[in-house]
C-alpha cells in the first residue's frame, strides 16, 4: 500500500524567508502527486500536481514542487513567505481512485 | 462551475439524533469521496463511490454510519444515532472519469462542521 509522510507537522518561517515543506511516498511505481492547502474553517485546495512529464511543477501562490524518483520525494517550495501563506499543507499520493494524505504541515509565518 | 457543494455547513445537534449531510458533486465527475477531519486522526476516507456504485467503504466507523449515491449529482452521508465522538468536519471531494481534463485531481468541498452534544 502506499503511503505519504510529511516531515515536520509544524514549521514557522519569518516572512520573506524561503519556505520548505516536505513530503516522502513510499511506492516502487511513481503514483500522482499532490499538494492541498488548507486554510481555516475551508476544504483542501489544489496547489500543484505531478503526473508525468517536467519535474519541477509550479502551483498557484508561487509555490513549487520537485519530483524526485531516486529519494521518492515530493516537496514543496517557495521563495518568500507571504503572511497570506499561513495554512496547513498537505502532501497526497494517488494510485488511480486510491489517495492518500499526509498527516499535514501547519505553516506558521512570522511578521 | 460551482465546485463541490456540501450543505449544511455547520450542524449541532444532540446525542442520538439523525444527521443528513448532503453532497453535490461537480458535474461530469464520477468518483465521489467523503472523508473526515480531526485533530486526533487527520482525514480519513469514509468511503468512496465510482459511477454511483459504492467501491470500498472500509473507512466507515461503524453501522451507525452510511452513505449513498441516488444518482450522479447527489450523495448523503447518515449518521444514527449520532455521538459525541463523531464531532469533526466531513469533506466530500469529487473526481473526473480517468483521461478527462482535470482526471486523477481531488476537488473538495467547503466541509459540514458537525458538532454532536
Known amino acids: 500500500a502506499q503511503s505519504v509522510t510529511q516531515l515536520g507537522s509544524h514549521v514557522s518561517v519569518s516572512e520573506g524567508a524561503l519556505v520548505l515543506l516536505r513530503c516522502n511516498y513510499s511506492?516502487?511505481?511513481?503514483?500522482?502527486l499532490f499538494w492541498y492547502v488548507q486554510y481555516p474553517n475551508q476544504g483542501l485546495q489544489l496547489l500543484l500536481k505531478?503526473?508525468?512529464?517536467?519535474?519541477l511543477v509550479k502551483g498557484i501562490n508561487g509555490f513549487e514542487a520537485e519530483f524526485k524518483k531516486s529519494e521518492t520525494s515530493f516537496h514543496l517550495t517557495k521563495p518568500s513567505a507571504h503572511m497570506s501563506d499561513a495554512a496547513e499543507y498537505f502532501c497526497?499520493?494517488?494510485?488511480?481512485?486510491?489517495?492518500?494524505f499526509g498527516t499535514g504541515t501547519s505553516l506558521t509565518v512570522i511578521p | 462551475d460551482a465546485g463541490v457543494i456540501q450543505s449544511p455547513r455547520h450542524e449541532v445537534t444532540e446525542m442520538g439524533q439523525e444527521v443528513t449531510l448532503r453532497c453535490k458533486p461537480i458535474?461530469?465527475?464520477?468518483?465521489l469521496f467523503w472523508y473526515r477531519q480531526t485533530m486526533m486522526r487527520g482525514l480519513e476516507l469514509l468511503i468512496y463511490?465510482?459511477?454511483?456504485?459504492?467501491?470500498?467503504d472500509s473507512g466507515m466507523p461503524e453501522d451507525r454510519f452510511s452513505a449513498k449515491m441516488p444518482n450522479a449529482s447527489f450523495s448523503t452521508l447518515k449518521i444514527q444515532p449520532s455521538e459525541p465522538r463523531d464531532s469533526a468536519v466531513y469533506f466530500c471531494?469529487?473526481?473526473?472519469?480517468?483521461?478527462?481534463?482535470?482526471?486523477?485531481?481531488?476537488?473538495f468541498g467547503a466541509g459540514s462542521r458537525l458538532t454532536v452534544l
Open positions: 471531494a469529487s473526481k473526473g472519469p480517468n483521461r478527462a481534463s482535470g482526471a486523477n485531481v481531488l476537488t
Open positions: 511506492s516502487s511505481v511513481p503514483p500522482y
Open positions: 505531478y503526473t508525468t512529464g517536467a519535474t
Open positions: 497526497a499520493a494517488s494510485t488511480g481512485n486510491q489517495f492518500y
Open positions: 458535474s461530469g465527475h464520477n468518483s
Open positions: 463511490f465510482n459511477n454511483n456504485v459504492p467501491i470500498d
